[in-house]
């Protein structure tokens, strides 16, 4: 739309660069695609922002959201409830691994990692070990950006503008197999390694100063970083050792994105807290979440205690009716298990990529992908800056959303495309983004 950046200030986003073109509105979406003003249609290769997991277009969510509008707009959380949520906090909680039964709304993910910490914080005041409040978590991750949670964020580029930040953000080496700095023909020794390092980490700061371990289950800034085999496994024995809670970030991993409700369910791990948003809804409403086991809640239950913190909008009666009516069509068309079913089509038509030039790893699991982009494939050297910002600012992102795709070109590690397409996508949809980053990434090389 032609006025789109006279008053409307987009996020993250480069304003300066639309002031010659025209800003992409999108318009409707249905299924798997989305149509702009101009009524192309693109392929959803990564759900919007790793959110719309169910697909665009489901009226009953829609219709779910105007009957909990007509019937109860709004109340909030403080002191009171209302029915939807309460039935969501005990769907979750039906969901979740082991006892992590307590489910506190927010709004969004940053916000659910900001209350993950605070109650990290919280919890150890209240039990005797009132220095443990610094949080471990990994280079190049992406853990939001309210301040609390931009601590906890490893990438500087985003951080610096607005330093200093809350303290006590301690950060390790991420799982980043195809780049290790050590071990890197032996993916368990890479991974015991890097559990290691939190290991080391928390010995360097001193064990009774950190509370928690923030991590996702699949790394997704950096371009999809899984969990090496044995990983989590060491890195719960860890925080076991020193009582260090573990986190596990799951605001993309879970609701099917990794075919299972969970991503700590997929790799088999227990977190201490999980903190979620995105899929939940689906994006028909926002909503995100911080689940607490039941020993973490313990120490509120006092007759005059409480944790201090909330939010207007968290749980929302209409997000929840929507988040509600979501997992019953997750439950309905099995989305997780479609997930399940078709991951290793979804793996092997990437795959198939690994014979240009230009692509140097394919790597993901479930719904959710990143293809790293190098210059050279034998000695996997990536793009300098100037050549980083030439392909995927200067051409990839917009070729590839000419072409049909919309999906994200990222240099904020090493330049990777990220996929993460909605959980009803299938062969078709696989086929469809296999060609068109095929015709695209060949122009790229031949424009290098
Ligand atoms: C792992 C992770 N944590 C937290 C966030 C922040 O969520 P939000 O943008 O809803 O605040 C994100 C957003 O992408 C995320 O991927």
């Known amino acids: 739309m032609a006025n789109a950046t006279d008053h409307l200030w987009m996020h993250f986003t480069r304003m300066a660069s639309y002031s010659a073109g025209e800003v992409p509105t999108i318009v409707r979406g249905e299924g798997a695609y989305v149509w702009d003003a101009q009524g192309r249609r693109y392929l959803d290769g990564l759900a919007g922002l790793f959110v719309v997991n169910a697909g665009h277009g489901r009226t009953?969510?829609?219709?779910?959201?105007?009957?909990?509008?007509?019937e109860l707009a709004y109340f909030p959380l403080w002191s009171y409830a209302h029915p939807k949520a309460v039935e969501l906090a005990e769907k979750i909680a039906s969901l979740t691994p082991g006892d992590l039964n307590r489910v506190f709304f927010t709004t969004g993910g940053s916000?659910?990692?900001?209350?993950?910490?605070?109650?990290?914080?919280?919890?150890?005041?209240?039990?005797?070990?009132?220095?443990?409040?610094?949080?471990?978590?990994?280079?190049?991750?992406?853990?939001?950006?309210?301040?609390?949670?931009?601590?906890?964020?490893?990438?500087?580029?985003?951080?610096?503008?607005?330093?200093?930040?809350?303290?006590?953000?301690?950060?390790?080496?991420?799982?980043?197999?195809?780049?290790?700095?050590?071990?890197?023909?032996?993916a368990e020794a890479f991974g015991r390694w890097a559990a290691d390092e939190i290991g080391r980490a928390i010995e360097r700061e001193g064990p009774d100063t950190v509370a928690a371990v923030f991590l996702e289950?699949?790394?997704?800034?950096?371009?999809?970083?899984?969990?090496?085999?044995?990983?989590?496994?060491?890195?719960?024995?860890?925080?076991?050792?020193?009582?260090?809670?573990l986190v596990s970030d799951e605001v993309i991993?879970?609701?099917?994105?990794?075919?299972?409700?969970?991503?700590?369910?997929?790799?088999g791990y227990q977190p201490d807290i999980i903190t979620t948003a995105k899929g939940i809804t689906s994006g028909y409403a926002p909503l995100g979440a911080m689940i607490a086991s039941d020993r973490l809640m313990e120490p509120f239950l006092t007759e005059t205690g409480m944790f201090a913190h909330g939010v207007t909008f968290g749980g929302h009666p209409v997000s929840c009716a929507v988040a509600l009516a979501n997992l019953e069509v997750f439950a309905r068309e099995d989305l997780v298990g479609h997930v399940r079913a078709n991951e290793d089509a979804f793996r092997a038509t990437l795959e198939k990529l690994h014979d240009l030039p230009i692509?140097?790893?394919?790597?993901?699991?479930?719904?959710?992908?990143g293809i790293e982009l190098v210059k050279d494939k034998t000695t996997r050297e990536t793009f300098d800056e100037a050549e980083s910002e030439r392909l995927l600012r200067g051409f990839l992102s917009t070729a590839l959303f000419q072409a049909g795709l919309y999906c994200r070109a990222d240099d904020r590690g090493d330049p990777v495309i990220q996929l993460a397409p909605p959980l009803i996508a299938e062969q078709q949809h696989f086929d469809e983004i296999e060609q068109i980053l095929r015709t695209v990434l060949t122009e790229a090389w031949a424009r290098l």
Not at 254 to 266: D, K, M, N, P, Q
Not at 359 to 369: A, I, L, Q
Request: net charge neutral; glycine share 12%; aromatic share 14%.
């Open 359 to 369: 692509v140097g790893d394919v790597r993901g699991d479930g719904y959710f992908y």
């Open 111 to 186: 916000e659910a990692v900001e209350a993950a910490w605070k109650l990290a914080r919280a919890y150890f005041k209240r039990t005797g070990q009132p220095n443990k409040y610094k949080v471990v978590s990994r280079y190049i991750a992406y853990h939001g950006t309210s301040m609390g949670a931009l601590s906890i964020t490893g990438l500087p580029g985003i951080k610096s503008d607005f330093e200093p930040l809350v303290p006590g953000g301690i950060k390790v080496p991420n799982t980043n197999f195809y780049r290790a700095p050590e071990h890197g023909d032996d």
């Open 60 to 70: 009953e969510l829609a219709e779910a959201a105007a009957k909990q509008a007509g």
């Open 217 to 245: 289950p699949v790394q997704n800034s950096g371009g999809c970083f899984p969990p090496p085999p044995g990983y989590f496994e060491r890195v719960r024995e860890i925080c076991d050792a020193y009582d260090v809670l």
């Open 253 to 267: 991993c879970s609701w099917g994105r990794l075919g299972e409700y969970f991503g700590a369910v997929r790799y």
